[in-house]
């Protein structure tokens, strides 16, 4: 494990430092990985060459196993109407929370159709998947995936730190 970023306070009169920081996994090869995990970022890397990107030339796959074992995929999509296009982990997530919403997501894997390098969730995902860990009320371990190397991390809110969520109606009232 690698240390990345823990919160703490420190505060010094009227203002404070924060420091983020959490821990992630580097693996320097596939066969470093669970035989579950192994299949997942296969998965991941067949979705990728099925993906449609004619603009752009970029595929993206992207894999999730659900609590029970089951996986499924999506891959980017991409539009002439530039910016109508959708990243491979959304499409996944929203089928995944149309079709399946009963079953939390326990791991994604996300991939690049050229694997040359390591393929992290955009911004955009990365609120998607904050906002699905907070519906199912449990972690979704994150692999992001080039063909040599991938790097885990235990939740999607490590790689969110800043994420935007809605206030509840009680903090509406106060």
Known sequence: MVRGWLLRLLRN?????????????RHESVSELSAEDAALVALAFEAAERAYAPH?????????RLVSGRMEWAT????EV??????????????????????????????????????PPCGACRQVLLDTERRQGRPI???????????????????????FELPS???LKK
């Not at 009169?13 to 996994?25: K, M």
């Open 82 to 119: 530039f910016p109508s296009g959708m990243c491979a982990e959304r499409v996944l997530l929203y089928g995944c929370q149309t079709r399946l919403s009963e079953e939390p997501i326990e791991v994604i894997a996300v991939a690049s159709a050229d694997g040359a390098g390591e393929c």
């Open 13 to 25: 009169n009227t203002t404070f430092t924060v420091r983020y920081e959490f821990e992630y996994t």
């Open 141 to 163: 371990r994150v692999l992001m995936c080039s063909r040599t190397t991938i790097t885990e991390v235990p939740s999607a809110a490590c790689l969110l730190p800043f994420g």
């Open 56 to 64: 752009s030339g970029f595929g993206v796959g992207a894999a999730v």
């Open 76 to 79: 980017n999509q991409e539009s």
């Open 169 to 171: 109606e009680a903090e």
